[in-house]
């Protein structure tokens, strides 16, 4: 049974966590048969391994990019992840994501730019950046 079928499934987890007629250890639960709630326990781990397989799987094909992703500092990720959306981005859509002043982005986005980082586009009011094509496999 499907993960998200068997989460939907709430008669099923009901019946599988009623475990005898006493909520009570001592009145007859602690001799309950449990084996439904065993086989619904072990039932939602086997989906489970079967989705981590399956994505496992669909990873083989991407390549790693693991060392490139180590030269980026956090910052930089969060504004890698930016560029899957658009080509360009401005200097308060960095700000905005990285929760820094526009002059500070200024700042940062210079050593970027000298860095290889970014490419910058434009002058003042018009200015925007580019993602250098070192770092484009990364998207």
Known sequence: MCLLVRAKNLTAYYESISVGDSHNYYMGRAEADISHWVEYFCGGMADSFSHVQSQAEQMKSIPDQSSLLRELDQRQKLVLALFRNSRFLSTGEIAKILGIQPRATLNLCKSWVESGFLLQEGE?????????SKWLELL
């Open 124 to 132: 003042r009011r018009g200015r925007r950046y580019e993602l250098a």
